[in-house]
């Protein structure tokens, strides 16, 4: 039998098969011994090649062949696989995706957020009008349509609606029964393998190429047993039977077994356990008794440092972890904790029992390889595998993190592990399951644990000797590569789901490792300010420490925060602040915090006051809890406020560019904690924090703290000048801003003090539309986004779209004719600017300081639109809602005495002009005086003897701690420490001396600040009023004494400020100072009492500094009635505010030198302005493509009739003058080769993209390939060098000319080119190519076209009109013709025209000049010179709209370079003569004698008849080929004979197109005609001619077979012919009357459509003068040159005689009525998804693969690989090739999976932007959003006008080369 193994056929195998699968459901013996058999025929085929898999490909197959035969028992394959699926009761579609596959999310159906749907099944549900997205899967997934634990019933599609299992019927047994008896062994052989392939990598050198190997030669393996999944629900419970059954597992697996071969894989498995750092439970029966010991001291995590001995049984496995990155960290040692809190048995224990576990083992052996991942993932929608599955990856969770942090493919791996968790444990019935089964939370943290242990170092913070604590090293690899994220994902995954979280919240223990975990991250990535150096290296850590915090601290807090939203949770919130208090206890301890930070540095990183200010946020708000009831005791408020206060100190510091030497990266890092992603887990709740402390704690010492850390306490002096130790001058000011600024923003902002989701949402957003229009995207990005990042969901993410519509206005894309592409924006509401703008939320929000610039301008352009304010306004005070009764205290902070004194002091030190102080100040000064007002606690009794009072209490500033009393109150003298220079040292003191500060024997040098709040408080007075000596010198250690005065610091001395000022007093003073004007200000009330009553008074709501003061003093007056009083008092004693001292003369030199500066600055400002604005109006004249009145200055066409020269001005030198033969000046021109022209179809209605396989573009109904057919045709029966003569080409690849109107002189330009040559700075195009900007208006441009002297003699040449008659004119052409064209002398303009020349002819592939038959004959540079005229004239036909009915000069007319193309064109044609013979003018203007014409046609192939030739390329031959200038008079006459030929051509084709029975009508009724006077102008007449002579040869003979009539059955009546024909003639008109505009400078008349033909006819002189309108007939305008008659006999002879040859041919060559459309685009469907369905997934048509970045042609349709490198051709992408292929350089792709279109030109291209937008008019550029998408029609109408225009290169700016590669 086992021989039979070996090679046996297909169908030995079958009967094999057959037979033992009979056996099997016999009696039992014969069931034992079949089964006997098949396991040794298994072991057999099944066996591993030994030898390391030699010839292993034909054994692996045959095994397979093996395997499915006896699977099948015998059956065909097919069939069996068909009888399997028929059982299949899976209601779950479970379709498993890898990287990169497109999926589907919908919000509205999903219950877990990371709910996903494969497009089928998304596209077979109901989903219209649903909030989903499409999106790029990044590390895989599943689809979960069906399963009712993650998304809604009512999304699943119409395959998987619940089907009850009922209708399943059952499975008969002897189906599967094979399938049970193959399948262990099969497993059991691909574990085999795996044991044996697996080698331990040594000392770190990966052995990755064997384990690939192994991979390799499993891969069959794996894909047979995915197949078998694909099965269906029955085959699935097969396998997971299989995998989960022990008995097999123990069966085969472990080495006890007999055969060697198994004992020695066996072992394998055990070497590859103990390599992991892994044991077999056996081994541990030694550890056991360590370990219990190890486990009670489980509370010290930090027992000691670097050289702890770790705890047995980790010993071996932690050292060789940290061999890996050990010393790449370099700097900083690594301390290892002796942490004895993990259970060892987490760790380092695996025990295998299954197939499955034993799977999944070496599956994270070999770094989850992809097929493996899927096979596993494919098995899921088992629910019994599906839980056993879960199970075992919990028990492997561990050894996942160990070989995740060892792995070198980080990446990859964590990708494909969340690839299987997202599955498992987004399902909570699941997670639960398994938390209280597996000890899941238990697992997932002591692995984080773990694996943040290996990178820790002592922190160096405060007390950086003695510091006993630890942080992670941000440099270190599993930061810097985030290679913790699959575990914290998962973690923040199940937390996500209530039971879980319930969990870990009750669970005291497991809250302990945490808050250790979290601490692990407070303090790191420690900023140390550099004060010296530059520092050498900017380390970018902080990305990695930002990331760190974010993810694993802040996003599992939001995730348990959103689980205590109800009084039922007030437990878990205290545990966990409990917790937090006693983990921030420690910390400060281990740091050895006292009482100050140690200064100049700063940590970002707090995450622990964060926890606990979010929960203490949460308990008050949502859980009623008391708030005292969770505060800790006064000292540790003290200490808790420290840092947070610090990081607020420093970010003003860094933004008052203290802190530059630290490199850019120190902004980032401000930045950042500010930036919408991180604000609400950073900042949000360290102000918070500040927010409770001050709350509590003593407002003096509070207030004190802030000044003192922002470091302007020396400031606060009302001295003039003062020495600040800490703080250089240039920084004092934004210090001073900031530290106000930071009070304002703690006093107002409300965010966790009372406000409710929703009107957090709304000052959010207004905050966000304040600063800037913003697009959807970008304002839902820019609102902080509550809890779960990954959720998507915005708090009341419903309400988001209604607050939008509440508080802004849609401003849909408009499109500037610059081509800037604007978004759809949201704008705020009117009313939003009036009551809702908060510059205090703004200034929070903001990343860059600009913004809140922006912010102000946007308001001050509101105020002054809406006529309301026309000054500067400043900052709106808005008013707050109301604090939650738990914060009242944070109130007092405005009502201490402190902060008084502050106030006071600043507003005196503004009003008398002392240094330093900003209108800023200003502005936050009276800010917290009006908030002051507007909190203050009581209505305070009006004291009537207060007046007296202030004698009485003149030791201390002010009476007491009321803002509203101690406004009133007057302080006279102040004694303050100034330097001996300061001015007020001259004066003598006055005799009353009253020193207000505290008494001189108080000395502040003790020790215990902190318990001394009154001491702090009584210090920082000192300081500010500097009246001790000894006490100012001990405060502060010196640290930097700079000072202003050169030399030696000058001595401080005591002078006493006679003051006599209160607040109120300074604040009337004040308003007289801004307004300008003495007493300006008038207390309202006094007119008005009502102004008392009406507490808003909208006057007052917006308005500049005046307005801010008249609104306090009425808020002040409103509060008291004394203050009222006072007020009137103090304005009744009118006196100007004379500043007590005197400025000394250097003074006022520097504040003139200001004033000075500051008008000097105005003015430069003015002046820049103004010539902003004229260099806009240039551009826009210069620019601007489309409209067609712009003027330009170096007009060409305007030169006036009597100039006798044209006058050139060169934008170089800038001298004028006119073009000579030796100094010729040139046009600056653009030469592009074009294939716009032939993408003209003869169809009206445009062709759509084809978005399914039966919609196909074909491209033969072009006009390119008619007229290449043609010439095909033509040379294939005439004689070439007569065919080159009787079409044109350059329908694709033509030479488009166009200029931008500006002239320069030759030599100029090419020394302008030598510059550009040498300047490497410049490199959007390239020199080398001849492409330069011009000069003037920067329109790209590559090459100059010269002039040609005395541009306008023939101008007045063609006036005078001539008399001569016909015949003459006539003869005069023809002896023109016949002069051969010299070659002119060679002067440097005939150099400059050959050079131009040669530009044309390469600006185009060779393909499209070269059609003759012998290469490189004369006949192609004719031909191709001819037609580059024809292609620039039909393409201002096609701008022009198709037709001339709008005369005029349009733009392209008016900057044609048409007349000078013309010359040069010219003068290149007269070198080729024709030979007179075959000239096509005498053909066309004289009878040839019969017998000669045969001569010729015996001769080799016959020339073109005449009715064949293509009368505007007669045209344009007769024309350049006679010497130029050209008199008008012949111009007429040439037109004149080509309209006879052309007028037949029309009659031939008509009469072709007409029926046999219309013909003989025809032909009679004009016969009857002919002796009529003017016969020969009459078309019946004509007609009835053309028919007779043609109408006994073969030419109308096959005419009923193929019936080419256009609409033969309706007979043609004498209005529809003459119709036809003048359509017939239009073209050429039209063409005709251009040139002579451009010739002659003939005005364009404008006219109706349908006298388009008169009209044109007369401008050309073609109407006889005896013309009138009444009967019409386009045949009188015929002016025949010879018997018409007979040359028109003549002419139909040469088709007749062809005919006798070709009869076929005759009609086919004939000239039909051209109708083209014009050029479009293809129209694109309606929805982007239309195009992306269809394309994305489709195969290239050259390589059948499916490219990575798919691509569109919008021109013809073509699918082609952008930077496929599957289609390179010699060094060119696709994309590259095909735009010269289709547009001849220029093409238009659209990018499939990007949405944007690119433009190829030549070697450049640019990303144009995108044609569809979402339903806020956005792009989604590279489908990130994967929002629907919906065609913008006007932006689709703009790129087809660029294209058709041929103004990509002047439009868009944004240009790259590319060299081939697209």
Same mark, same amino acid.
């Not at 939320?841 to 006529?867: C, E, H, N, P």
């Given at each position: 039998m086992a021989g039979a193994a070996g090679g046996s056929s297909a169908q030995e195998k079958r009967d094999t098969a057959s037979r033992l699968k009979a056996a099997l459901s016999l009696s039992a013996d014969e069931s034992e011994a079949a089964a006997g058999e098949l396991r040794s025929l298994l072991e057999t085929v099944l066996s591993p090649p030994s030898g390391g898999g030699a010839g292993g490909g034909e054994s692996v197959s045959e095994a397979l062949a093996w395997c499915r035969c006896l699977l099948a028992g015998g059956e065909p394959w097919d069939s069996f696989v068909q009888a399997v699926r028929a059982y299949d009761p899976a209601t779950l579609c479970g379709l498993v995706w890898t990287a990169n596959f497109v999926a589907y999310r919908c919000r509205t159906c999903g219950i877990s957020p990371c709910m996903s749907l494969c497009a089928e099944c998304f596209h077979q549900g109901e989903h219209a009008g649903h909030d989903y997205n499409m999106f790029r899967s990044q590390a895989?997934?599943?689809?979960?349509?069906?399963?009712?634990?993650?998304?809604?019933?009512?999304?699943?599609?119409?395959?998987?609606?619940?089907?009850?299992?009922?209708?399943?019927?059952?499975?008969?047994?002897?189906?599967?029964?094979?399938?049970?008896?193959?399948?262990?062994?099969?497993?059991?052989?691909?574990?085999?393998?795996?044991?044996?392939?697996?080698?331990?990598?040594?000392?770190?050198?990966?052995?990755?190429?064997?384990?690939?190997?192994?991979?390799?030669?499993?891969?069959?393996?794996?894909?047979?047993?995915?197949?078998?999944?694909?099965?269906g629900g029955a085959m699935r419970s097969v396998l997971t039977q299989v995998l989960t059954n022990q008995q097999f597992y123990k069966d085969l697996s472990s080495g006890g077994a007999e055969n060697a071969c198994a004992k020695k894989s066996h072992e394998m498995y055990l070497v590859a356990l103990k390599g992991s750092g892994l044991t077999f439970p056996e081994d541990k029966a030694a550890c056991g008794a360590q370990e219990q010991a190890a486990g009670g001291a489980s509370s010290s995590v930090v027992q000691g440092f670097a050289g702890a001995t770790p705890a047995s049984g980790q010993g071996d496995s932690s050292d060789e972890e940290d061999q890996d990155g050990g010393q790449g960290v370099g700097k900083r040692k690594r301390v290892k904790l002796s942490s004895t809190t993990k259970d060892q048995s987490i760790m380092d224990v695996l025990k295998h029992k299954c197939f499955l576990e034993e799977l999944l083992f070496w599956t994270i052996k070999y770094e989850f390889p992809q097929k493996m991942v899927t096979f596993l993932l494919n098995m899921l929608p088992d629910q019994d595998y599906k839980i056993a599955f879960t199970k075992t990856f919990v028990q492997h969770y561990a050894f996942i993190m160990k070989t995740l942090k060892k792995s070198h493919e980080s990446d990859t791996m964590s990708n494909r592990i969340v690839h299987i968790s997202v599955q498992l444990f987004s399902n909570e019935e699941l997670a639960r399951q398994v938390t209280e089964e597996c000890q899941l939370l238990d697992i997932m943290v002591t692995v984080l644990l773990y694996m943040m242990e290996s990178c820790l170092i002592k922190s160096e913070l405060q007390d950086e000797e003695n510091s006993l604590h630890v942080v992670v090293n941000c440099g270190e690899a599993l930061l810097k590569n985030n290679t913790y994220w699959p575990l914290v994902s998962d973690f923040i995954n199940i937390l996500s789901h209530q039971s879980v979280a319930k969990k870990f919240l009750e669970d005291h223990r497991l809250l302990v490792t945490w808050m250790n975990f979290v601490s692990f991250f407070q303090g790191m990535n420690l900023n140390k300010r550099e004060l010296n150096e530059h520092v050498e290296f900017e380390s970018q850590t902080y990305y990695a420490a930002f990331a760190a915090e974010l993810e694993a601290c802040a996003q599992p807090m939001w995730g348990l925060l959103s689980h205590c939203k109800v009084r039922e949770t007030q437990e878990y919130t205290r545990n966990v602040v409990r917790y937090c208090l006693e983990a921030l206890q420690d910390w400060f301890d281990a740091i050895n915090f006292v009482d100050e930070p140690t200064p100049n540095q700063v940590t970002f990183h707090l995450p622990l006051h964060r926890y606990y200010a979010m929960f203490l946020s949460k308990a008050v708000k949502c859980q009623e809890l008391d708030l005292d009831s969770l505060l800790p005791d006064q000292e540790m408020l003290m200490k808790l406020m420290v840092h947070p206060l610090q990081i607020q100190a420093s970010l003003s510091e860094i933004h008052s560019n203290m802190w530059v030497r630290n490199g850019l990266q120190i902004k980032g890092q401000a930045m950042t904690y500010v930036q919408s992603h991180f604000c609400n887990s950073m900042i949000d709740p360290d102000i918070y924090l500040l927010q409770v402390c001050a709350s509590r704690l003593d407002p003096d010492y509070f207030i004190s703290s802030v000044f003192e850390r922002f470091k302007v306490v020396d400031l606060l002096t009302m001295a003039s000048q003062h020495q600040n130790t800490v703080l250089d001058s240039e920084h004092e000011r934004s210090m001073l801003e900031g530290a106000l600024t930071f009070l304002v923003?703690?006093?107002?902002?409300?965010?966790?003090?009372?406000?409710?989701?929703?009107?957090?949402?709304?000052?959010?957003?207004?905050?966000?539309?304040?600063?800037?229009?913003?697009?959807?995207?970008?304002?839902?990005?820019?609102?902080?986004?509550?809890?779960?990042?990954?959720?998507?969901?915005?708090?009341?993410?419903?309400?988001?779209?209604?607050?939008?519509?509440?508080?802004?206005?849609?401003?849909?894309?408009?499109?500037?004719?610059?081509?800037?592409?604007?978004?759809?924006?949201?704008?705020?509401?009117?009313?939003?600017?009036?009551?809702?703008?908060?510059?205090?939320?703004?200034?929070?929000?903001?990343?860059?300081?600009?913004?809140?610039?922006?912010?102000?301008?946007?308001?001050?352009?509101?105020?002054?639109?809406?006529?309301?304010?026309?000054?500067?306004?400043?900052?709106?005070?808005?008013?707050?809602?109301?604090?939650?009764?738990?914060?009242?205290?944070?109130?007092?902070?405005?009502?201490?005495?402190?902060?008084?004194?502050?106030?006071?002091?600043?507003?005196?030190?503004?009003?008398?002009?002392?240094?330093?102080?900003?209108?800023?100040?200003?502005?936050?000064?009276?800010?917290?005086?009006?908030?002051?007002?507007?909190?203050?606690?009581e209505q305070e009794p009006d004291e009537e003897d207060s007046m007296g009072g202030q004698e009485r209490c003149h030791d201390s500033w002010f009476p007491g701690n009321n803002l509203v009393s101690n406004m009133r109150h007057f302080i006279n003298y102040v004694r303050v420490r100034v330097p001996e220079t300061a001015p007020e040292v001259k004066r003598e003191p006055p005799p009353s001396t009253s020193a207000d500060g505290s008494a001189a024997s108080q000395n502040s040098g003790t020790a215990q600040v902190f318990s001394l709040v009154a001491e702090r408080r009584k210090k920082f007075q000192e300081i500010i009023n500097r009246n001790t000596t000894e006490a100012n010198q001990a405060v502060r250690p010196k640290t930097s004494m700079k000072w202003s005065a050169p030399g030696a610091t000058p001595q401080l001395t005591t002078a006493i400020l006679e003051i006599k000022e209160s607040i109120l007093s300074l604040l009337v003073k004040l308003h007289h100072k801004l307004s300008g004007k003495q007493n300006s200000y008038y207390p309202p009330w006094l007119d008005d009492m009502e102004t008392l009553i009406q507490c808003e008074n909208p006057k007052y709501l917006h308005g500049d500094g005046m307005t801010a003061v008249e609104r306090i003093l009425l808020k002040a007056a409103l509060q008291s009635r004394l203050n009222k009083r006072i007020i009137e008092e103090i304005c009744r004693k009118v006196t100007p505010p004379v500043p007590p001292k005197k400025i000394s003369p250097a003074e006022k030199k520097i504040l003139d030198k200001e004033e000075r500066r500051q008008k000097a600055r105005e003015r430069q400002q003015k002046l820049l302005a103004e010539f902003a604005s004229r260099q806009k109006s240039f551009m826009e004249t210069a620019m601007d493509v489309e409209s067609p009145d712009a003027e330009i200055a170096m007009e060409i066409a305007t030169a006036e009739q009597h100039v006798p020269e044209a006058v050139y001005d060169c934008v170089i030198c800038g001298q004028s003058g006119p073009s000579t033969e030796e100094r010729p000046a040139g046009l600056v021109v653009l030469l592009q080769a074009s294939s716009v022209l032939g993408q003209c179809r003869n169809t009206t209605e445009p062709k759509?993209?084809?978005?399914?396989?039966?919609?196909?573009?074909?491209?033969?109904?072009?006009?390119?390939?008619?007229?290449?057919?043609?010439?095909?045709?033509?040379?294939?029966?005439?004689?070439?060098?007569?065919?080159?003569?009787?079409?044109?080409?350059?329908?694709?690849?033509?030479?488009?000319?166009?200029?931008?109107?500006?002239?320069?002189?030759?030599?100029?330009?090419?020394?302008?080119?030598?510059?550009?040559?040498?300047?490497?700075?410049?490199?959007?195009?390239?020199?080398?190519?001849?492409?330069?900007?011009?000069?003037?208006?920067?329109?790209?441009?590559?090459?100059?076209?010269?002039?040609?002297?005395?541009?306008?003699?023939?101008?007045?040449?063609?006036?005078?009109?001539?008399?001569?008659?016909?015949?003459?004119?006539?003869?005069?052409?023809?002896?023109?013709?016949?002069?051969?064209?010299?070659?002119?002398?060679?002067?440097?303009?005939?150099?400059?025209?050959? @050079?131009?020349?040669?530009?044309? #002819?390469?600006? +185009? =592939?060779?393909?499209?000049? %070269?059609? &003759?038959?012998?290469?490189? *004959?004369?006949?192609?540079?004719?031909?191709?010179?001819?037609?580059?005229?024809?292609?620039?004239?039909?393409?201002?036909?096609?701008?022009?709209?198709?037709?001339?009915?709008?005369?005029?000069?349009?733009?392209?007319?008016?900057?044609?370079?048409?007349?000078?193309?013309?010359?040069?064109?010219?003068?290149?044609?007269?070198?080729?003569?024709?030979? @007179?013979?075959?000239?096509?003018? #005498?053909?066309? +203007? =004289?009878?040839?004698?019969? %017998?000669? &014409?045969?001569?010729?046609? *015996?001769?080799?192939?016959?020339?073109?008849?005449?009715?064949?030739?293509?009368?505007?390329?007669?045209?344009?031959?007769?024309?350049?080929?006679?010497?130029?200038?050209?008199?008008?008079?012949?111009?007429?006459?040439?037109?004149?004979?080509?309209?006879?030929?052309?007028?037949?051509?029309?009659?031939?084709?008509?009469?072709?197109?007409?029926?046999?029975?219309?013909?003989?009508?025809?032909?009679?009724?004009?016969?009857?005609?002919?002796?009529?006077?003017?016969?020969?102008?009459?078309?019946?007449?004509l007609l009835s001619h053309v028919i007779s002579e043609l109408h006994n040869r073969k030419i109308y003979e096959q005419e009923e077979t193929e019936d080419l009539a256009m609409d033969s059955t309706s007979a043609w009546c004498p209005h529809s012919m003459e119709t036809y024909l003048q359509q017939f003639c239009l073209p050429f008109l039209r063409i005709t009357s251009l040139l002579q505009h451009h010739l002659f400078g003939a005005e364009l008349p404008s006219c109706q459509e349908d006298e388009e033909f008169t009209v044109l006819a007369n401008c050309l002189g073609l109407l006889p003068p005896s013309f009138q309108s009444s009967e019409f007939s386009s045949a009188s305008c015929l002016d025949w040159p010879v018997p018409a008659f007979d040359i028109i006999s003549q002419w139909c002879s040469e088709l007749v005689s062809f005919a006798g040859k070709h009869p076929t041919q005759v009609k086919i060559l004939l000239i039909q009525e051209a109708k083209w459309d014009l050029p479009r685009l293809l129209q694109l469907p309606e929805n982007y998804n239309t195009i992306f369905q269809y394309y994305h997934r489709k195969t290239c048509s050259v390589c059948s693969k499916v490219p990575k970045d798919p691509a569109v042609c919008l021109v013809c349709g073509t699918f082609v690989c952008l930077k496929g490198l599957c289609c390179k051709q010699q060094s060119y992408c696709e994309c590259v090739l095909h735009s010269q292929n289709c547009g001849a350089g220029t093409g238009i792709f659209l990018l499939i999976n990007a949405s944007v279109i690119i433009i190829i030109r030549g070697h450049r291209f640019c990303l144009w932007g995108s044609v569809y937008l979402d339903a806020h008019g956005e792009e989604d550029r590279d489908l990130r959003r994967g929002k629907p998408l919906y065609i913008c029609k006007e932006r689709y109408r703009v790129l087809e006008q660029q294209w058709v225009s041929h103004t990509f290169d002047h439009i868009n700016k944004r240009w790259g080369p590319h060299y081939n590669g697209l």
């Open positions: 895989g997934g599943a689809c979960d349509c069906g399963d009712g634990n993650v998304m809604r019933e009512a999304g699943f599609c119409k395959r998987h609606r619940i089907k009850s299992s009922s209708e399943v019927p059952s499975v008969p047994k002897d189906l599967l029964i094979m399938s049970e008896l193959v399948l262990p062994q099969f497993i059991f052989c691909l574990i085999q393998y795996l044991r044996e392939g697996y080698d331990e990598p040594v000392l770190d050198v990966p052995s990755e190429k064997d384990l690939h190997k192994v991979l390799q030669i499993l891969e069959s393996h794996i894909s047979f047993l995915e197949d078998l999944t694909k099965m923003i703690l006093l107002s902002l409300r965010l966790h003090l009372g406000m409710t989701d929703d009107e957090i949402l709304r000052a959010e957003m207004v905050a966000q539309l304040c600063m800037n229009d913003r697009t959807h995207s970008s304002l839902l990005d820019l609102i902080p986004e509550n809890p779960n990042p990954k959720s998507g969901i915005i708090p009341g993410s419903l309400s988001f779209e209604s607050m939008l519509s509440a508080v802004a206005d849609f401003k849909a894309p408009v499109f500037e004719p610059g081509g800037s592409m604007q978004q759809g924006m949201y704008t705020p509401k009117a009313e939003v600017w009036d009551k809702e703008f908060d510059p205090v939320m703004v200034i929070l929000r903001t990343v860059y300081r600009r913004d809140v610039q922006s912010a102000m301008d946007r308001y001050t352009a509101f105020l002054k639109q809406s006529g309301k304010v026309h000054g500067n306004p400043w900052p709106p005070y808005k008013k707050r809602t109301h604090l939650h009764p738990s914060y009242k205290g944070l109130m007092r902070l405005l009502h201490c005495k402190t902060l008084h004194i502050v106030l006071f002091t600043l507003l005196y030190k503004i009003l008398m002009d002392h240094q330093n102080l900003s209108e800023h100040v200003l502005c936050m000064v009276l800010y917290l005086i009006e908030l002051g007002l507007e909190n203050s606690s759509k993209l084809p978005t399914s396989e039966k919609e196909q573009i074909y491209p033969w109904d072009t006009c390119a390939a008619v007229y290449e057919a043609r010439l095909a045709t033509l040379q294939h029966f005439f004689k070439d060098s007569s065919c080159l003569q009787s079409v044109s080409i350059g329908w694709e690849g033509g030479v488009y000319v166009q200029t931008c109107g500006h002239t320069l002189h030759i030599d100029c330009h090419k020394s302008y080119m030598e510059s550009l040559r040498n300047d490497q700075v410049l490199q959007g195009f390239s020199v080398d190519k001849g492409e330069f900007t011009c000069p003037l208006c920067r329109q790209f441009a590559n090459s100059v076209l010269p002039c040609y002297p005395g541009n306008n003699v023939e101008r007045s040449l063609w006036q005078c009109h001539s008399n001569k008659n016909m015949q003459d004119l006539i003869k005069e052409v023809e002896d023109l013709q016949e002069q051969l064209g010299t070659f002119p002398s060679e002067t440097n303009l005939s150099k400059e025209m050959e @050079s131009v020349m040669k530009d044309i #002819k390469s600006t +185009t =592939q060779k393909k499209y000049t %070269d059609y &003759s038959k012998s290469p490189g *004959s004369p006949d192609n540079d004719f031909l191709f010179m001819y037609s580059v005229a024809r292609t620039n004239l039909e393409l201002e036909l096609v701008h022009r709209g198709g037709n001339l009915c709008l005369g005029g000069a349009s733009t392209a007319g008016k900057r044609s370079c048409l007349h000078q193309l013309f010359h040069v064109l010219a003068m290149h044609m007269r070198l080729y003569s024709i030979d @007179s013979a075959y000239n096509p003018w #005498k053909k066309l +203007t =004289q009878l040839v004698q019969n %017998d000669e &014409s045969l001569q010729v046609c *015996s001769e080799e192939q016959p020339e073109v008849p005449v009715l064949y030739r293509d009368a505007s390329s007669l045209l344009l031959i007769q024309i350049l080929t006679m010497p130029q200038p050209l008199r008008k008079e012949h111009f007429t006459c040439i037109i004149k004979v080509l309209f006879t030929l052309l007028y037949i051509q029309a009659l031939v084709a008509l009469s072709v197109k007409c029926s046999a029975e219309d013909r003989m009508t025809w032909m009679n009724s004009g016969a009857l005609k002919k002796s009529m006077s003017n016969a020969k102008k009459s078309w019946e007449v």
